[in-house]
């Protein structure tokens, strides 16, 4: 007689409606490894103004190139952790890079993996320059 399998609850993210101050912060030290200081600074206050948009977790990790981090990572884990328990997450702050035809991920590459390996055709809330 097969066994019956219990799956894993799994609730769809929630997202809060604004960006937490200290992603701003944390994509600008991001964003002054790869852009020099002005362009870092002026990336910054774009992402500031920019409106929340929503693109699929897929088509992120397709634009920006990046590999998945596995659930193993402690990042990851937490944020998969909050979307267990129904709590809100903070948007993705992203950058277009049109020299190399890629998104770069400023802000919550964690979120982004943990999101994904819940459901990659999530709509995920971004701002995005």
């Not at 399998?5 to 809060?16: G, M, S």
């Not at 035809?101 to 994904?116: M, T």
Request: one cysteine or more; aromatic letters at 6%.
């Amino acid at each position: 007689m097969p066994r019956k399998t219990r799956r894993r609850k799994t609730r769809h993210p929630k997202w809060l409606p604004k960006i937490e101050e200290h992603d701003f912060a944390a994509a600008a030290s991001y964003l002054a490894l790869i852009y020099p200081h002005a362009p870092c600074k002026t990336l910054v206050a774009a992402l500031r103004a920019a409106e929340i948009v929503h693109f699929k977790a897929k088509d992120i990790f397709r634009a920006s190139q990046l590999s998945l981090l596995g659930i193993s990572n402690s990042h990851v884990e937490k944020d998969r952790a909050q979307i267990d328990k129904g709590e809100a997450l903070s948007p993705l702050l992203l950058v277009r890079d049109e020299k190399n035809r890629k998104v770069v991920v400023a802000d919550g590459y964690h979120r982004l993996c943990a999101v994904y390996e819940v459901d990659e055709d999530a709509w995920i809330p971004c701002k995005i320059v």
